[in-house]
């Protein structure tokens, strides 16, 4: 089976510019989560979502960041503009919230705002 | 909200030996959920084992092995004949049924094993 699909692996972006992660989660997982790391604050929360519906999005760190899950099999992730402290491995990760206890990660997006 | 500590940023082993990686949690909930996750370089998140807090058995994964204590709220994985390939940062995370789907995780603890 595949796993959480992530693209792309790495972006290299200049400041200012528009920065667009994409996310698959592993078919019939109806919950995905979006995670930022970086090595002064690990791992973050940013969002999640149940059944394509956002249920928490306390951790998205301002408005230049937004999510979107319009199907359940996709998921986006935008920061608009973007700057240089946005610079992190973004993880997208899914869970099958019908008895599945775990969640499974993708393989992370490489992130630099130069 | 719950916290995850892992007070050991960092650790080494030797190749073949043991090394424990300890991990403590707070909680108010009797029913949770516990992990760890391993990240090599590669960045990718890789589940290593987990552990239902109703279960007192504690859970097994090969070389891989956790001593869960549930009245003090700790949670080390123990690595047994390391190899060279376990060398990664290693996360634990806490999972509550009540809290929806939110997993809390510890700040890592970089595992070196030295050939």
């Known amino acids: 089976d595949a796993g959480v699909i992530q693209s792309p692996r790495h972006e290299v972006t200049e400041m200012g510019q528009e920065v667009t992660l994409r996310c698959k989660p592993i078919?019939?997982?109806?919950?995905l989560f979006w995670y930022r790391q970086t090595m002064m604050r690990g791992l973050e929360l940013l969002i999640y979502f149940n059944n394509n519906v956002p249920i928490d999005d306390s951790g998205m760190p301002e408005d230049r960041f937004s999510a979107k899950m319009p199907n359940a099999s996709f998921s986006t992730l935008k920061i608009q503009p973007s700057e240089p402290r946005d610079s992190a491995v973004y993880f997208c990760a899914s869970r099958d919230n019908r008895g599945g206890n775990t969640i499974y990660f993708g393989e992370g997006s490489w992130l630099t705002v130069v | 909200a719950q916290t995850v500590t892992q007070s050991q940023p960092e650790m080494s082993v030797q190749e073949a030996e043991t090394v424990t990686l300890s991990c403590t949690y707070d909680t108010s909930e009797s029913d949770y959920y516990l992990f760890w996750y391993k990240q090599p370089p590669s960045r990718q998140m890789i589940l290593v084992i987990r552990q239902e807090a109703y279960k007192q058995q504690n859970a097994t994964e090969n070389r891989f092995s956790v001593n869960f204590q549930k009245a003090a709220k700790s949670f080390s994985l123990k690595i047994s004949d390391s190899q060279l390939g376990d060398a990664a940062m290693y996360f634990c995370?806490?999972?509550?049924?009540?809290?929806?789907?939110?997993?809390?995780f510890g700040t890592g603890t970089s595992l070196t094993v030295i050939p």
């Open positions: 078919s019939g997982h109806n919950s």
């Open positions: 995370a806490y999972r509550s049924p009540n809290t929806g789907n939110q997993f809390y």
